[in-house]
């Protein structure tokens, strides 16, 4: 059926049922305009427990894994999509990142079931657990694909020092088993979130499909000279980390900027100074330095440049840097342009003019799924690009539009208008 004539059968989500689910999920934890509800927390796993009554609500076969993962099995046979996001937020996050994406799947699955044309579909959807990363970042998508290891369970704590062992028995989880998914009956996976930056206002668009879910590296580099009087010890004779400290970061900015890719970006938010008081040259000095891009060539051009920089100011500075790596690196993935044509026919349908390509800067569950099955991403825009904050949000039309082109989406993934 071509898509002229097929608009009165075309599946058609019922906003209004859409948003008042966004702002019932939005209770759980609710504070000022955003949300607390970290994994795990009181508030998650209420949120967990009421969205795994919808699902039942929306005929799936639904339940709590034993890492908190929420799931919602179709009953139809066949090949099926699994659809979703993560339920959990930053400690102080905003409403919408990761909730959105639960509650489209949600929709998608019902609405699929109320109609006569589509309700023999197979679409499973799933909140996963702790993509922020308070114990283990993405532990619900890792776990659910068998690439979770058992000593990263056990070994797991939070900033606090709390141990995600005592957090599951806290929230009643210890006895449940874990989940993993039968990776075959999946034809992929999808994933709607918010863009989280200010790429799609600025260009007024309206959707955005992912091409790509960046890369991120982050070293550690550390400077080591000697703690001294800041009144008696004279320039030529010091050996003084903090100096070294801002030189290496001025001059990463300065030659990452003359060999970045138009998307290359790189942070510096975290420095340590020893013993950090205004009348002593600092012996130590520590400075964390993250760098994402969509090409693993470009990340590795930015690792050997960090090295160069230090090899540099090593020969001519009495202070001693070392540069090791602060997490594992992530790489970048590609989603499935198979699956995401999908979305781009599907936003040509519904906003012929106002959708785009983009690369995901920020890292989700779809950057884990798509090393199991393929994955597409769809992004709304953010107002003033604003995310993991409680100013986080985006215009109700705008969520309304991307659960259209979500829903059309799938429908046509079956081969179905």
């Known amino acids: 059926m071509n898509a002229q004539n097929g608009h009165h059968n075309m599946l058609r989500i019922n906003a209004d049922r859409l948003l008042a689910d966004l702002d019932r999920l939005r209770c759980f934890g ?13 508030a998650d796993m209420q949120a967990r427990y009421w969205l795994r009554e919808q699902f039942e609500q929306a005929g799936l076969r639904s339940l709590i894994d034993g890492l908190g993962n929420v ?15 993560h339920a959990d937020s930053q400690s102080t996050g905003g409403w ?61 704590v939070d900033k606090d020092g709390v141990r995600l062992v005592d957090a599951l028995n806290h929230a009643g989880l210890s006895g449940t088993p874990r989940e993993q998914l039968d990776l075959g009956r999946y034809l992929g996976f999808l994933e709607a979130h918010i863009e989280q930056g200010p790429t799609l206002e600025a260009h007024a668009m309206r959707i ?61 938010g ?39 920089v230090r090899d540099l100011m ?37 906003v012929p003019d106002a959708w785009m390509h983009l690369p995901s800067g920020a890292f989700h569950d779809a950057g884990i799924m798509a090393a199991f099955m393929p994955s597409a991403m769809l992004f709304i825009p953010s107002i003033k690009g604003i ?15 991307g659960c259209q082109v979500m829903a059309s989406a799938v429908a046509s993934m079956f081969g179905r208008q």
């Open 96 to 156: 919408l990142d990761g909730a959105m994406g639960v509650i489209y799947a949600l929709e998608v699955a019902r609405c699929l079931s109320e109609s006569a044309a589509h309700r023999h579909l197979a679409v499973d959807i799933v909140a996963f657990q702790d993509e922020e990363s308070r114990f283990v970042g993405c532990l619900g998508s890792r776990s659910l694909t068998g690439s979770l290891d058992h000593p990263t369970v056990q070994n797991a």
């Open 30 to 42: 609710a504070q000022s305009t955003g949300v607390v509800r970290p994994a795990f927390s009181d």
């Open 387 to 401: 995310s993991h904050d409680f100013a986080e949000d985006s215009h109700r039309d705008d969520l309304v539009l």
């Open 314 to 350: 090593t020969q001519s500075s009495g202070v001693d840097i070392e540069i090791v790596e602060a997490r594992a690196p992530i790489k970048p993935s590609r989603m499935s342009e198979a699956l995401y044509q999908h979305l781009e026919q599907s936003a040509q349908e519904h």
């Open 270 to 308: 975290r420095v340590k100074l020893i013993p950090n008081a205004s009348s002593i040259i600092p012996g130590y000095a520590e400075l964390d330095l993250q760098f994402r891009d969509a090409d693993e060539a470009q990340l590795e051009r930015f690792a050997s440049l960090a090295h160069e």
């Open 208 to 268: 955005g499909v992912v091409t790509d879910i960046v890369g991120v590296r982050g070293l550690k580099v550390v400077f080591k000279g000697q703690q001294n009087h800041a009144g008696t010890t004279m320039m030529a004779w010091r050996r003084d980390a903090s100096t070294s400290l801002y030189e290496f970061a001025y001059r990463i900015n300065q030659c990452f900027a003359a060999h970045a890719a138009p998307r290359s970006v790189w942070t510096m």
């Open 71 to 85: 799931l919602g099995f179709s009953r139809n046979p066949g090949k099926a999509i699994l659809m979703g996001s």
